[in-house]
């Protein structure tokens, strides 16, 4: 269990930069993820320089280059939607992915109502001032399956002056970002905004994102409060994975297109604290949020003429082994007639997502002087409540020359829901009550221990019918311990116990019916039952610092083995581009992580290896119709000891860096990282028959060289090898859609390929 401390004085416009050391006010301490005060020695962090060390600020790519073990599900297709994965463990923006990591932003939860998603596009990352990746800790609440991101925005007191960067690249890459903060006696104030996008490498892949933070408060004596905005709107094209076939012929083809999600979001908190005595304080982080965002998918599906009647419209389906076919209908149950011309056809979907949410994280915590150390007790609870309503119809479409889908206008309502509209209202309220103790045993030894229980209440309201009517309650006490042992100098050992627990999400809920499946884009159908997912998670770990031969070293070794029960996978369905839901045994991800800084003079050597082995751990039966070594009826046999798909089983980085001076003034950067990753199970290959996607290795460089005083010019390639590669596999099936690139393609083999060469520069003020 680490400690997770946010400096959050109240910060200023950069015109206040000047005053900024008018009066010295004593820094204040929020919390920024629940029990905040535990012990912090293995926290994996990343600093504000970190996150901006090929010149501009990039937190996915820091993320994945700078902390080990974690690696990308580029499912998507798109650079500002990946899914992260940190020991076996997802967190991320879209939907139909399992969160695994709990996610907060300033002291409070920043796992989005609909559906738990970490959307990481929605910050900008010109704001942020420290992120932490933390262990798996009962206090972190819901979600922590495999842990905790917890992200921390700058301030004027921690971050004075004005930063400033400008850069231009490949494919129409852009990004431009600005902060400013400074302090004036007991006020301070920090704003930042961020501007990116790009054409895309990929064809049809087109995204933009905007997105400001404002932070603004007062540090008294003995209390204080702080006033945080977030603004954000997003365009994210995401064409996913495209045939292995295709992608080989030319690496920029999408399958079908378009994927596109608009998001408006606002999120307004305040962070009040104040000191109780000399010994504790009270501190909180209140929150609301707003969110819009509609989806458009254009997607390949078997629709054909009906044998015995051309003039109308089929859908194909496979249940057990067996082909059928439905009489396609419209919303009055009508009969779909055939198009003129003799198109290929598909179908386009739209949605539409509003909710809003609101929380609040309060907690005590006393520290004060026992046996030598610190003794710190926290006590808090959470309160979280979100509602969604969500939309979505399938409109028959067709696909054009360039595997573009167009809406045909008849929206698809099939009796037996295969396809259906839906509309319903989603109410989910989480409640957490914990207990956080830093016992010292001695000196040299402490005793670290956490106790939360967490209640999750779900509701969902169907606004058409009676089929997604339901109410779903969970509750579970989770307990956790660590030792911690200064056993020298430099030098600490621990050992820890804890558990963690999510429940099912509102999507999973209405979307885990076989006979009901659905797509990304429409997740509500049916609302049979699930279990929450429980870990168990046993951890050994070291780490220490010291100096040897010039050398400042810094290093972390962590072993850890997490078993989870009633596994909530997606599992595909007889329906092309449709899925559901299950519970599917149980599973155990396990491994070792290495981390290790140096640093003489201005050269810094940073290296991190993690070795991840995801595997099921029960004998399960799992639909999974596109894989080719599937039976009869379409399903797979998934055995103890199977590898989990997308998880690479070794990742390694190398991060080189050089600073110095041209000269007696001019400073100047050069560096490079090596990232190397091995091959992974495709989605749908629970069994593990087919081959794995390939491994890789990556090489990028980048450099800078101050032109006048603070500001820098400053370069960057990524994949300097330009070498192909992929993030993610899965199975699909080509079908009917004609590919003219390759017209011989028959593999079944879906990738996510990962990008090409590319380069950036831009100018940067500030170091």
Not at 77 to 96: D, E, I
Not at 474 to 502: M, V
Request: with cysteine; glycine share 12%.
């Amino acid at each position: 269990m680490r400690r997770s401390l946010t400096i959050a004085v109240a910060t200023m416009l950069a015109c206040m930069a000047s005053t900024a050391q008018a009066q010295e006010v004593d820094q204040s301490i929020l919390v920024t993820a629940p029990g905040a005060g535990l012990d912090s020695d293995d926290a994996l962090g990343l600093s504000r320089g970190d996150l901006a060390r090929g010149g501009r600020p990039d937190l996915i790519g820091a993320l994945t280059r700078q902390l080990p073990g974690v690696t990308l599900q580029d499912a998507q297709g798109n650079p500002w939607q990946p899914a992260l994965v940190y020991r076996g463990q997802t967190a991320s923006g879209a939907q139909g992915q399992a969160q695994g990591l709990a996610a907060y932003l300033d002291g409070a939860r920043f796992n989005l109502p609909f559906g738990d998603t970490v959307s990481l596009d929605l910050v900008p990352d010109a704001a942020l001032r420290n992120v932490e990746l933390l262990d798996s800790s009962p206090v972190y609440g819901l979600n922590a399956l495999g842990g905790a991101l917890v992200l921390e925005t700058a301030t004027g007191r921690n971050e004075p002056g004005l930063t400033a960067s400008a850069s231009l690249g490949a494919y129409g890459a852009h990004d431009v970002s600005l902060a400013a903060g400074g302090a004036a006696g007991r006020w301070s104030a920090f704003a930042a905004v961020q501007s990116r996008g790009e054409t895309g490498w990929r064809d049809y892949s087109t995204s933009r994102l905007l997105s400001g933070f404002a932070d603004l408060g007062y540090d008294g004596v003995a209390a204080g409060i702080h006033a945080k905005l977030i603004l954000a709107s997003t365009g994210l094209s995401g064409n996913g994975a495209a045939p292995e076939d295709l992608l080989a012929v030319r690496r920029s083809a999408v399958f079908t297109y378009p994927d596109r999600t608009e998001n408006r979001f606002a999120r307004v908190s305040l962070h009040p604290w104040a000191d109780l005595s000399p010994t504790t304080r009270l501190q909180a982080a209140i929150y609301a949020q707003w969110q819009k965002s509609r989806l458009l998918n254009g997607d390949a599906a078997d629709i054909e003429p009906c044998e015995e009647d051309a003039g109308l419209l089929c859908l194909e389906t496979e249940s057990e082994g067996e082909e059928q076919a439905e009489v396609l209908t419209d919303r009055q149950g009508s009969p779909i007639r055939a198009l003129a011309g003799d198109p290929t056809y598909a179908v386009f979907n739209r949605g539409a997502l509003s909710s809003r949410g609101y929380g609040l994280l309060a907690q005590i915590t006393d520290r004060r002087p026992l046996l030598g150390g610190s003794n710190v007790l926290t006590i808090g609870t959470s309160l979280d409540y979100g509602r969604s309503a969500f939309a979505a119809t399938t409109e028959l479409g067709t696909l054009d020359v360039t595997r573009g889908v167009k809406s045909a206008g008849p929206v698809i309502a099939q009796s037996d829901n295969a396809i259906a509209p839906t509309s319903v209202i989603a109410r989910n309220f989480y409640a957490g009550f914990f207990a956080a103790e830093t016992l010292p045993l001695g000196p040299r030894l402490q005793l670290e221990a956490g106790l939360r229980y967490n209640y999750a209440a779900i509701r969902l309201a169907d606004q058409i019918g009676t089929a997604l009517n339901g109410q779903h309650h969970f509750g579970r006490l989770n307990p956790g311990l660590e030792l911690d042992w200064q056993a020298a100098p430099g030098f600490s050992l621990r050992a820890g116990y804890a558990e963690s627990n999510r429940a099912p999400t509102p999507a999973e809920l209405s979307c885990a019916d076989p006979e009901a499946p659905c797509s990304l884009a429409n997740f509500f159908v049916a609302d049979p039952p699930l279990r929450q997912v429980v870990a168990r998670t046993w951890e050994l770990g070291a780490s220490g610092k010291g100096n040897a031969g010039g050398w400042r070293i810094e290093w972390l070794a962590s072993a850890y083995r997490a078993d989870s029960r009633d596994e909530i996978r997606r599992v595909a369905s007889g329906v092309r581009g449709r899925a559901y839901f299950q519970n599917l045994g149980d599973a155990r991800r396990q491994g070792i992580e290495l981390s290790l800084t140096a640093q003489r003079g201005g050269l810094r050597v940073a290296a991190t290896y993690a070795f991840t082995d995801a595997t099921n751990r029960s004998s399960v039966r799992i639909a999974s119709p596109g894989n080719p070594v599937a039976e009869a009826d379409g399903a797979i046999l998934v055995r103890p000891g199977d590898r989990l798909p997308g998880v690479p089983r070794h990742s390694a980085n190398l991060n080189l860096d050089y600073a110095g001076k041209v000269g007696t003034s001019r400073r100047f950067t050069v560096g490079a990282t090596v990232s190397a990753r091995s091959g992974q199970v495709l989605l749908g290959d629970e069994s593990n028959r087919a081959p794995l996607v390939p491994g890789y290795i990556l090489i990028d460089l980048r450099a800078g060289v101050e032109l006048v005083h603070e500001v820098m010019l400053f370069g960057e390639v990524r994949n300097l090898l330009d070498r192909r590669h992929a993030t993610f596999g899965t199975f699909g099936e080509i079908g009917s859609v004609p590919l003219a690139e390759a017209p011989g393609a028959s593999s079944p083999r879906f990738l996510g390929p990962g990008a090409p060469r590319r380069w950036t520069i831009g100018v940067r003020r500030g170091f």
